[in-house]
């Protein structure tokens, strides 16, 4: 079964820390593009970061730079988004998605929920005091 799977949201307060997981099961995540989305409530989805398959540029939206990290496993099949200084507006549901086919540049934060191949359920980050 192919699927992907996130993990590590939760409540955080704010300048707090959390490292989000994308777990692949039923392919290989290393042959895919890998993007980190989250959408708050009565907002529009937007790209966080993204990872291309064969040279592993990353890619960022401009307000989570120098903040949150991409990076993957591909020993455990899982990509990572680590994320520092987290501030309320990053409170949002965060989902990972693969897709087969390579992007030009930084297409992959911009890209529609079709252009991707798989899609994770979301995990709820909530940053808060």
């Known amino acids: 079964q192919v699927q992907l799977v996130e993990s590590g949201g939760g409540l955080v307060q704010p300048g707090g820390s959390l490292r989000l997981s994308c777990a692949a099961s039923g392919f290989s995540l290393d042959y895919y593009t890998i993007g980190w989305f989250r959408q708050a409530p009565g907002k529009e989805r937007e790209g966080v970061s993204c990872?291309?398959?064969?040279?592993?540029?990353?890619y960022y939206l401009d307000s989570v730079k120098g903040r949150f990290t991409i990076s993957r496993d591909n020993a455990k099949n899982t990509v990572y988004l680590q994320m520092n200084s987290l501030k309320p507006e990053d409170t949002a549901v965060y989902y990972c998605?693969?897709?087969?086919?390579?992007?030009?540049?930084?297409?992959?934060?911009?890209?529609?929920?079709?252009?991707?191949?798989?899609w994770g359920q979301g995990t709820q980050v909530t940053v808060s005091s």
């Open positions: 998605a693969a897709r087969f086919l390579g992007f030009s540049g930084n297409d992959c934060l911009a890209a529609a929920r079709l252009d991707y191949d798989y």
């Open positions: 990872i291309s398959k064969r040279d592993g540029i990353t």
